[in-house]
Structure formats: C-alpha cells, structure tokens
C-alpha cells in the first residue's frame, strides 16, 4: 500500500500493523483533530450564516403547515381498501337503493362550491364583508395572543428576580391588555353567529324560490308537490329546509374560523418560537408530530358519513310522527295505537341504535386523540422549551436565572398556543366531516329540486311499467297547448308510478259546458285534474288548456290556510292585494251571502278573526268557504272533487246556479245525482281503460237511474221468492 509505505518511512510501524491495514495512533489522533478542525468551521460558518437559514426554514415551515392543510382537507381518493371496508359496514342505503357517498372528497368540495355561490353571492355582498371582517379580528386576536404569551414570560421573570414594582407594572399591562382581548373574543362569537343567520338566510331564500316555484307557471314550478308526488328520492323536504340548512350553515360558519386560524396560529407562534429556540428543533418536533398525527388520520372513523346518516334517520322518525298528526283520526277510530306505536319505535330503535355505534366510536377515537395530542406531543414540547437552558444556541446570549424562567414560560406558553392550534387543525377534520353531511343533505335537496324542475323523475315503477306497451308510453312526451278551450287528443292517463289507467284519452269541452265526471276509484278522474293543473307530466298526445291559473280546485277536504277569516276567502292573495283589485271587505260580505255563510263573520269575530280554521269550522262549512274562494277568484274553470258531498241538496244547487251565472265553467266528480242537471257532458270510465265522452241528457239518465233501481230491488226479490216456491213445493209433495 503506498500509504502504508510512506508511514513505516516516517514513523517506526511494525510490519504486522501494515500488514493488517491498522491506523496507527499517531494517524488516529491527526483525523480526530482535522474532523474537530472541520466541525469547529462549520460550526463558525453555519453561526455566520444562521439567520439567513433560520429564515429560509421558518418560510419552509409555514409553506409547509399551508400545503401540508391543503392536502390533508383536500379531495381524498374513495377507492382504498380502507374506503371499501367502511362503505359496506357503514354504508346506508337510501330510498334510491344506492349507498350514499359522504366523505372529503371532489364530490363533497364540487357540492360545498355550488353551495358557496348561493351563499356567497359576489365580493361585495354582506356574506364577504362580514368574512373579511371576521378574518381581521382572527389575525388581531392572533397578535394579542403573541403579546400575552411574551408577557407572561416577563412576569414570572419579574417575580423570580424579586422586583416588586416590574412585577405589578405588567400586571397592570396584563389587565390594560385584557379589554382589547375580550372585546375581540366577544366580536368574533358575535360575527360568526351573524354569518351562519346569513348563510341560512340566502340559502333558506333561494331553496324556498325554488320549492314553492314562485313565478313559475309553467313545468318549473309546484316543485314542492312534484318532489312528494312524482319523485322517491326525498320524503322529509321540511326537515331538510329548517333542520338540515341551519345545521349547515353552523358548520360552514364555524369551519372558517376552525381551519384560518389554527393555520394563521400555527404559522405566526411556530415563527415566534423558532426566534427563541432556534428552527432546528421546530423541525425535528414537525417531524415527530407529523408521524403520529398521520397515524391519528388513518384512524378517524367517517364522521361525515355518520353525519348525514344521523340527519335521515332523524327526518325518518319525524315522518312517521308527522304522519301520525295527519291521520289522526283515522288511527283513533280504527284503534291503531298499538301498531303506530310499534312503527314509531322502529324508528326511534333504528336512531338510537346508529347514535350508540357513533357514541362508541368517538370514545375510543377521543381515548386515542387526546392521548397523542394532549399528552404525547405535550412531552415534545417539554423537550424543545428546554433546548435554550441545556444548550448554548448560536447568536444567543447566555441568561442568568430569571431570563431562563422568563424564556422558558413564554416558548411554553407559545407552545401549547402552537399545540392547541395543531390540534384544531387535526380537529377540524372532524368538523369538515360532519360538514361534508350535511352539504350532501343540502345538495341532495337541491340537485333533486333541479330534476325536477327539468321534469326528470326518480319513482318506482309499477312491474307492467316496464314491459310491453306501456313501457312505451312511459318512453313518450306529449305536448301542452294553451287555448281557451279544453281538448285531450290522444292522451294517456298514467300515474307517477308509472300505472297506466287510460292509454288513450279523447275529449272536448267548450268554456260554459259543465262537464261530470264518473267511475269507480282509481280509474284516473283525479288523475285528469292532475294533468290540467300542470302538477303530472304529459307521457302523450295534445293537450290543449288555459293556463294553471285559470283553474281552481275544490277538493272534499278544503285546505285552509293560517291566518284572519278574510284570508281564508281571498287565499292566496293578501288584503293589499284584495284592495288593489278594489274588493272591499262588503263585496266579501255578498260572496259569504251567496254561499249563506254571511253569519259567520259576527259569530266568529270579524273578518280580522284569527283562528285554527280548520278546527273550528264543521265540514260543510269548510266547503262554503272554498265555494266561497272560487266566487271571489272567479276562474275559467273550477275542479270539483266532491265539493258539495256535506252541504244540502236544494245548498248544492244555489252555488251551482251562482257559479254559472259567473260564467265558470265546472269539471265536476261526484257520485250524487242531484248534479246531472247542472252539467251538458259526461265523462264516464269503466275502470279498465275503456271510457265513454257524451253528451248528458240529465232527465233521461235519471229514468234509466230510477228503471235500474226498480230492476235492482225485484232481483233482489228473487231469491226470497224462489226459496218461498221452494218450500211450497215440499210442504205440496208432503200433503
């Protein structure tokens, strides 16, 4: 070896020590002072050059906390092993038959971003103005908690010194800083408080626009009875409209606040701490803390799902207690306690049951969160606020007693400022979770109302739906014509779930030509009212009507809204509105008179009377009322669904008398008789498809009524006198 020679001719080596590639101690010790040589170089240059490289590694670390929250709040992919497993034990399928999909993900951020534009409408709406607001009360909230932290340093530096006077001095200044602190904790709750009532405001306005489709006539609106009628994929829109849209816009309020100011405080202590414990060991505690809180993700159970699975079966148990109000007096008569209570602890069961599987969760999760939070990142920070008093650092001065105290409490107090920050980011997962729930409830309400509006349906379908003819007729759309007149050309009837009940339907009626319609239950007479009120699609043929407005339903049970007797007349118009068209509460006087219902304005209290009207009216004059609403609207065309089955006849015939005098023309069901001679057309279903449209000659049909009668009672007859003549027989043979 050449080096091996040169040192056995410089100093006296044995050849065994060459032989064997030994270093020699002479050798051993030069290394040794050229690597204490090298190090002591370094040591100067990397002191000459410390601040430049702290400040290199405090901008690398906030560009690092910035990216390393978007990453971990951004769109995570749904296809892991991990994902699958949870979706089929966690998984819930909805009325559609298919698992919602609630989690971080594009889907969640693509709905919370087409929500966001409702919410927050343009930069210089109130919903921005109130943000930046709140964001700079963050960032001054921020400052003042670096001020304290440093402040509390000085006094119990000041107390260990023994200096009295140094010592009440900054606690005067801890209590002058006080004002300005609380006023900013108080304004913050505050503001936040005002966004979330915005938020809900824009949001509850532009899903009410849309539910109740104000302005809208044509296939756009009545989207409020297309979604309970035509659609599956919502049962419980008013839990969605006033529980689910607060709960939102809680969490998407409070979200801001949970992710810009943990960062913002990460960033601006994390900075500070580096100044006084150097940003070599805030590097190695990111690292260590890194590591765990990676563990801590992966073991997050899906909150979000849990969230949105909660808000259904909520909605759930409060349909079925709303369905109990409703029906009410079916189930007293039919003595059906006894099963609606079995129905409503079902419910009840299948909430508690998914509460206590998430109760159970977020125990064990709350165990092992606070474990590693609280407690094991605790201990790193013990460790780095101890770094300045075991170690000299580079550009810091040596401190005596009351300077290392004062250090120590205020990068402790940066610390668990830092820490309590890191944490709510960590927690603020959680919050995005339940936020991602309800976002899918909100977007659900909205993406469905959007079907619906565009007249695509989401309804299970009857088995013959699906083959054969009508199968074709479900594939069809027909065509909507506004005309003075009514005409059906070639129209099917066919309910939303997709039963057939009239392929093809015919007929036409001319404005003043009342027309009565019969047949058995379920053959589609509603269904016609249906299709001319606009409220069911047209899978065919031509339609030829007035516009919506010029109909007016009377059904058996009128509805009667809230409010003063006056409004249940003039409903939906107001009394401004009732003014502009200058009606007066005596023409409303004349309407009541000719219903003879004039009484009830005194006997009820006047006309600014305000009672629970459906209550406090008996059914027959509920009926007077809506007979009484038709007058003053004056339509083309009233729908009567067995509008006079509780008034009397000789009452039955003076508002039937009245409304043609008025010009109204009426599309009557009912079964009674006494109204053949008010009508010139019948339309009569068989209820198989078939169907008859003519013309009605009231004194002949009630000929044929009474032959059949008579015909009906003699066969009744028959069997009594067949078995007379039978037993006449046998008491003859026995003689």
């Excluded at 993900?105 to 534009?117: M, Q, T, W």
């Excluded at 900054?170 to 936040?192: G, H, K, M």
């Excluded at 990676?294 to 969230?307: E, H, K, W």
Aim: charge should be positive; include cysteine.
């Amino acid at each position: 070896m050449p080096w091996a020679q040169q040192l056995a001719a410089t100093f006296p080596v044995s050849p065994k020590s060459i032989a064997s590639h030994e270093m020699p101690p002479v050798l051993s010790a030069l290394r040794t002072q050229q690597v204490k040589e090298l190090l002591l170089r370094f040591n100067k240059g990397y002191a000459a050059n410390r601040p430049t490289i702290q400040r290199f590694l405090n901008a690398a670390f906030a560009l690092y906390v910035v990216v390393n929250t978007y990453r971990g709040l951004s769109a995570r992919p749904s296809t892991s092993k991990r994902g699958k497993g949870r979706g089929k034990e966690d998984g819930k399928k909805d009325e559609t038959g298919k698992v919602p999909r609630v989690a971080v993900d594009a889907v969640f951020y693509r709905r919370l971003s087409n929500i966001l534009k409702i919410v927050i409408p343009g930069l210089t709406s109130k919903e921005a103005l109130l943000l930046v607001m709140h964001s700079s009360l963050l960032v001054f909230r921020t400052v003042l908690s670096l001020y304290v932290a440093n402040l509390d340093g000085i006094i119990v530096a000041s107390l260990v010194r023994a200096q009295p006077k140094q010592f009440f001095l900054n606690i005067l200044r801890w209590l002058l800083v006080a004002i300005p602190a609380t006023w900013t904790n108080s304004w913050l709750n505050y503001i936040q408080s005002k966004l979330a009532i915005a938020y809900r405001t824009r949001l509850t306005n532009e899903v009410l626009h849309q539910y109740l489709g104000v302005g809208s006539e044509g296939p756009e609106g009545k989207v409020y009875y297309k979604l309970s009628n035509l659609d599956d994929r919502i049962v419980n829109a008013d839990q969605m409209i006033t529980n689910d849209i607060q709960k939102f816009s809680l969490h998407l309020a409070a979200i801001y606040s949970n992710l810009a100011k943990p960062v913002l405080d990460v960033i601006l202590y994390n900075y500070q701490l580096s100044q006084n414990v150097g940003a070599e060991g805030l590097l190695g505690l990111t690292v260590l803390v890194q590591s765990t809180a990676a563990l801590l993700r992966y073991m997050t159970p899906p909150f979000g799902m849990y969230t949105a699975m909660s808000a259904e079966l909520s909605g759930s148990l409060r349909h079925t207690h709303s369905r109990l109000v409703e029906f009410a007096e079916e189930v007293a008569f039919m003595r059906g306690e006894e099963t609606e209570k079995m129905l409503l602890e079902r419910e009840y069961a299948s909430v508690m049951k998914h509460e206590s599987r998430v109760l159970n969760r977020r125990w064990w999760f709350g165990v092992i969160e606070e474990g590693i939070i609280k407690w094991l990142w605790g201990s790193f920070g013990l460790v780095l606020c101890a770094i300045p008093v075991f170690f000299k650092l580079p550009g810091i001065s040596s401190q005596d007693l009351g300077g290392r105290t004062e250090g120590f409490v205020t990068n402790r107090r940066l610390l668990l400022s830092s820490s309590d920050a890191f944490g709510r980011i960590m927690y603020s997962y959680k919050d995005l979770s339940e936020l991602a729930g309800y976002t899918a409830r909100v977007s659900q309400l909205l993406d469905t109302m959007k079907d619906v509006r565009k007249g695509k349906f989401e309804k299970a379908l009857v088995n013959s739906a699906a083959t054969g003819e009508n199968a074709e007729i479900l594939q069809g759309r027909g065509e909507v014509i506004e005309s003075e007149d009514i005409q059906f050309e070639n129209v099917p009837i066919v309910t939303p779930n997709g039963d057939v009940l009239v392929k093809s339907l015919s007929f036409h009626v001319k404005p003043g030509q009342h027309l009565l319609i019969v047949g058995p239950n379920g053959c589609g007479k509603s269904s016609l009212f249906r299709i001319l009120g606009g409220l069911w699609p047209v899978y065919g043929g031509v339609v030829r009507k007035p516009a919506a407005s010029e109909f007016i339903l009377i059904p058996q049970r009128p509805y009667l809204t809230l409010g003063t007797l006056r409004d249940q007349i003039i409903y939906p118009h107001s009394k401004a509105e009732m003014e502009a068209r200058g009606i007066t509460d005596a023409d409303l006087f004349d309407v009541l008179s000719a219903v003879q219902m004039d009484n009830v304005v005194e006997r009820e209290g006047g006309w600014d009377a305000a009672k629970e009207w459906r209550d406090a009216l008996s059914g027959g004059d509920k009926q007077k009322i809506a007979w009484a609403r038709l007058f003053y609207h004056n339509p083309k065309y009233a729908i009567l669904d067995e509008a006079t089955s509780l008034v009397p006849q000789d009452m039955e015939g003076l508002m039937m008398q009245h409304a043609t005098r008025l010009g109204i023309t009426l599309l009557t069901v009912s079964h009674r008789p006494s109204l053949w001679q008010w009508h010139a057309l019948i339309l009569q279903y068989n209820g198989t498809g078939g169907y008859v449209f003519t013309k009605l000659d009231a004194e002949k049909r009630l000929a044929l009524q009474e032959e059949k009668q008579a015909l009906e009672a003699k066969l009744l007859e028959v069997p009594k006198m067949t078995a007379r003549l039978a037993e006449l027989k046998l008491l003859a043979e026995r003689k």
